[in-house]
């Protein structure tokens, strides 16, 4: 996971940013550069992020407000860093979910063992959802090649097209969140307008056929004010379940 890992550096300091950005680019990690929470925001609604090296003091929202939202959005790393000694925001950011603490000035090779640490980390915490073809998607099991789904005592579970497009898409995105209109993107369906609300229809049918408890979802789960997220599971004892091809569903 290393190699395509998404790092983001939020650093209201230009040169802090622009320093670590460069260097961590230059051993073959995909880095981008924000200033502050709102660029952060801005840029997760667009695209996954794996890692968030964080500037504890900046102006506006600080590091461990921010450290917070990201923690209650899903799994993602969080690394701390700061100019401040003070083992008060060290305990604090660990506390509310960070994965790491750096403190400025550091040394790059450091900051890189420690990043290439934490997703490690990240990666062997991952839950293997998928089999072959198939995903583990609550209490069912998605088979990406024949467009059908199965609970887990071999029955078939119907899903129109929109369905299995907007499951697909979770499945290719484990463990990020996703905006209506990104899903909407994602599942090739963009007639639909990601502010009407239609995604959330058809989401709340989705989990009425993956979920255990469909009132208290465990594997589609909503993240309040920016969209839904796919938290995979175990695959069951014994594998995957198998059943034989057959066309796709029509919507």
Same mark, same amino acid.
Do not use: W
């Given at each position: 996971?290393?190699?395509?890992?998404?790092?983001?550096?939020?650093?209201?300091?230009?040169?802090?940013?622009?320093?670590?950005?460069?260097?961590?680019?230059?051993?073959?990690?995909?880095?981008?550069?924000?200033?502050?929470?709102?660029?952060?925001?801005?840029?997760?609604?667009?695209?996954?992020?794996? *890692?968030?090296?964080?500037?504890?003091?900046?102006?506006?929202?600080?590091?461990?407000?921010?450290?917070?939202?990201?923690?209650?959005?899903?799994?993602?790393?969080?690394?701390? *860093?700061?100019?401040?000694?003070?083992?008060?925001?060290?305990?604090?950011?660990?506390?509310?979910?960070?994965?790491?603490?750096?403190?400025?000035?550091?040394?790059?090779?450091? *900051?890189?063992?420690?990043?290439?640490?934490?997703?490690?980390?990240?990666?062997?915490?991952?839950?293997?959802?998928?089999?072959?073809?198939?995903?583990?998607?609550?209490?069912?099991?998605?088979?990406?090649?024949?467009?059908?789904?199965?609970?887990?005592?071999?029955?078939?579970?119907?899903?129109?097209?929109?369905?299995?497009?907007?499951?697909?898409?979770?499945?290719?995105?484990?463990?990020?969140?996703?905006?209506?209109?990104?899903?909407?993107?994602?599942?090739?369906?963009?007639?639909?307008?990601?502010?009407?609300?239609?995604?959330?229809?058809?989401?709340?049918?989705?989990?009425?056929?993956?979920?255990?408890?469909?009132?208290?979802?465990?594997?589609?789960?909503?993240?309040?004010?920016?969209?839904?997220?796919?938290?995979?599971?175990?695959?069951?004892?014994?594998?995957?379940?198998?059943?034989?091809?057959?066309?796709?569903?029509?919507?």
């Amino acid at each position: 996971m290393t190699s395509s890992a998404h790092i983001v550096v939020v650093d209201d300091e230009a040169i802090v940013r622009e320093t670590v950005q460069d260097y961590l680019t230059r051993q073959g990690l995909a880095v981008t550069a924000v200033d502050g929470g709102a660029a952060l925001d801005a840029l997760m609604a667009e695209r996954a992020v794996d *890692l968030v090296l964080l500037d504890i003091n900046m102006p506006g929202e600080n590091g461990l407000s921010i450290a917070r939202r990201l923690r209650q959005r899903g799994p993602i790393g969080i690394i701390m *860093l700061t100019a401040n000694t003070d083992n008060v925001d060290k305990v604090v950011g660990l506390e509310i979910g960070a994965d790491d603490y750096v403190a400025k000035p550091f040394d790059p090779r450091e *900051l890189l063992a420690r990043v290439r640490a934490v997703l490690r980390r990240i990666t062997s915490d991952a839950p293997a959802a998928t089999v072959g073809s198939e995903v583990r998607m609550g209490r069912c099991m998605l088979n990406l090649e024949s467009r059908r789904m199965f609970d887990l005592d071999g029955r078939d579970i119907p899903l129109t097209a929109m369905e299995f497009d907007l499951l697909r898409a979770f499945a290719d995105n484990p463990n990020r969140v996703l905006t209506r209109d990104r899903l909407l993107d994602l599942a090739h369906h963009k007639e639909f307008d990601g502010f009407d609300r239609s995604i959330d229809v058809r989401i709340t049918r989705l989990r009425r056929k993956i979920e255990l408890d469909p009132t208290t979802p465990q594997s589609i789960k909503t993240v309040r004010g920016a969209g839904y997220i796919f938290v995979p599971q175990r695959t069951p004892a014994g594998g995957a379940l198998h059943a034989p091809a057959a066309a796709a569903p029509a919507d």
